[in-house]
């Protein structure tokens, strides 16, 4: 198993042969770099909050330093820290200073910023020091003795070695002793990224909760938008729609009026025709939006009219009741859409078509055919019939090997959001 984080590669046997040693240092050394850069910061808003100025600024030092540890973090964990702060309710810096204050992230940040510029990064220190500090002078014994003329050298102003073959055992000692100072050095990186990722990603409860609202949202933007579309449905339908009727038999009626065989009379049959091909178009437009039959009388109806205006002939096997509306749009907005895709590529003559509203999913089946080899990736519709399902947490599966047949199963939980079936 590939390890994902420095405790996973520590309990490895190849540890040392990878590059997580090395990513322990690194995530240490810049842990120094950051904390004396955010302990100056510090020190210079503390001086201006004397003038009433340094407690924003502080708050966004806090912002500012935060979101750079988060990422900083990767370098010791590859799972990344989401950031834990919601969305302001309304634009500007007031929502958003006002949302922030009230998060209990933020003060877990400022707690951590706190932290860091003053006890954590002279700890990060510390153990490099320790642990690499010591090991390397002694492998440098060599080096540290040619250049103090081949006599004798003090290592880490610590011992004193004489001649080339204590310096060489030396060395070869700090070889050893930085391999096996590597674990411990791991292991207390791995701490201070455990410790950073406790107090700068959001917890359990935080997350239950944002999903939660997100999951609130969406149903709202799913009944706004199933509501929008009744509404433009009704509206063509009662106002566009009935005025080209109206239309159609004045015209119908002035060509009776008008003498047969003349101008008039040809350009008037010419005119009728063209308000007929318009309302036409527009009762397809309208069908289109949203089926006057799914709103009448259900998904089984409107799933019997689309096999009907299929140019596949169709086997209907459904037994539905009534559900929520958004489910019964998207159900069969994704059958219509499945049922076009198989009169254009599958080269299909007949499909069967089954649908069953079992507990708390309504399941729905298509089979037909044809050739089969139908892959999302190659733009089939199928990627955008996914999507129209997964804005309801539905899902769709796909079986087509080359040469046929094709099944699509479509599930979709009924309920919208925590909104049960009606």
């Known amino acids: 198993m590939t390890a994902r984080n420095l405790w996973q590669a520590l309990a490895g046997r190849a540890y040392l042969r990878t590059a997580w040693p090395w990513r322990g240092v690194a995530y240490l050394g810049t842990g120094v770099v950051s904390g004396a850069v955010a302990l100056v910061g510090g020190l210079v808003l503390v001086a201006f909050s004397a003038v009433l100025v340094g407690l924003p600024l502080l708050l966004l030092g806090v912002v500012a330093l935060a979101p750079a540890e988060r990422r900083r973090l990767r370098i010791a964990d590859d799972e990344p820290a989401v950031d834990p702060h919601r969305t302001p309710p309304e634009p500007g810096i007031t929502a958003w200073a006002r949302t922030r204050v009230r998060e209990r992230a933020t003060w877990r940040e400022f707690g951590y910023s706190l932290l860091h510029a003053t006890v ?27 250049a103090d003329g081949g006599h004798e050298a003090r290592v880490a102003k610590l011992w004193l070695v004489t001649g080339y073959p204590a310096a060489f055992a030396s060395a070869v000692a700090g070889l050893l002793l930085l391999a096996l100072f590597l674990y411990p050095l791991g292991a207390f990186a791995a701490a201070r990224a455990a410790l950073a990722r406790a107090l700068l990603a959001p917890r359990e ?218």
Not at 126 to 135: C, D, Q
């Open 120 to 146: 954590l990064w002279p700890l990060d220190l510390l153990a490099l020091a320790a642990g690499l500090g010591v090991p390397l002078a002694m492998t440098a014994a060599p080096l540290q003795l040619a």
């Open 205 to 422: 409860a935080e997350l239950r909760t944002r999903i939660g609202e997100v999951t609130r949202s969406r149903a709202r933007l799913v009944a706004a938008f199933e509501a929008e579309r009744r509404r433009i449905e009704r509206d063509l339908h009662d106002g566009a729609q009935q005025r080209l009727v109206a239309l159609t038999m004045s015209l119908g009626l002035a060509r009776l009026d008008a003498p047969p065989g003349g101008p008039l009379a040809e350009r008037l049959a010419a005119a009728h025709d063209q308000a007929g091909k318009a309302l036409t178009e527009l009762r397809e437009l309208v069908h289109g939006i949203h089926p006057q039959v799914l709103s009448d009388y259900g998904l089984a109806a409107a799933l019997a009219d689309a096999a009907d205006r299929s140019g596949v002939p169709v086997d209907t096997d459904v037994e539905l009741p009534r559900l929520e509306r958004p489910v019964e749009t998207a159900a069969y907005f994704a059958v219509s859409e499945a049922l076009a895709n198989a009169g254009k590529h599958s080269d299909a003559s007949r499909v069967r078509l089954t649908a069953r509203h079992t507990g708390d999913l309504l399941t729905v089946e298509i089979h037909d055919d044809g050739i089969g080899g139908a892959d999302p990736e190659r733009g089939t519709g199928l990627t955008g019939l996914a999507d129209r399902l997964a804005v309801l947490d539905g899902t769709l599966a796909i079986t087509s090997p080359p040469g046929g047949p094709t099944v699509l199963r479509l599930e979709i939980p009924c309920r919208t959001g925590t909104h049960p079936c009606a």
